[in-house]
């Protein structure tokens, strides 16, 4: 995933702010997902989980992810492909459906672990995190596409 963000950073960044603060959001976002997912190689544990509060920043940042996507960045590219071409505009209504299953995987998570108490057990969490992550991985890729079709396709 941290790849695909490098990549993605390099062929799109600089080119819309919107989009470079969005990317920027995702980095902070796969930052805090290796952390909590015990992947640091700053943090040398026999897999603890992590505590209550990297749980709740985590779930901030991907709500604060998710919302970006939604509320400004799809609906700048859904008018450029509007405006673009029926092409662009069956690629992007065929994307957002299975973007939006992915929003609700993290919705889900969100909903079970954002308001985790340090005294709950959380048996579910390694199985729920990873399931976070597959979504998350195809939702990138998904984002992906669609951005790349945008400034492939129809920038001047």
């Not at 990549?7 to 799109?12: D, E, N, P, T, V």
């Not at 960045?73 to 509007?82: F, L, M, P, R, T």
């Not at 992550?133 to 079709?149: K, Q, S, T, V």
């Amino acid at each position: 995933m941290l790849t695909r963000l490098e990549k993605a950073q390099q062929k799109w960044g600089g080119s819309h702010s919107v989009i470079d603060k969005w990317l920027t959001e995702r980095q902070e976002l796969l930052v805090l997902f290796c952390r909590i997912a015990g992947f640091s190689p700053y943090e040398k544990k026999d897999h603890a989980l992590p505590d209550q509060l990297q749980i709740q920043n985590f779930c901030q940042i991907l709500m604060d992810y998710l919302s970006a996507g939604h509320f400004e960045v799809y609906d700048d590219i859904a008018k450029a492909c509007e405006e673009k071409g029926p092409e662009s505009q069956k690629l992007a209504n065929a994307l957002y459906p299975r973007i939006s299953e992915t929003t609700d995987v993290a919705l889900d998570f969100n909903d079970k672990y954002a308001e985790v108490d340090s005294d709950d057990l959380l048996d579910e969490f390694d199985k729920d995190l990873s399931v976070l992550g597959e979504a998350l991985e195809l939702r990138f890729e998904l984002e992906d596409e669609l951005i790349d079709n945008l400034y492939s396709n129809h920038t001047s």
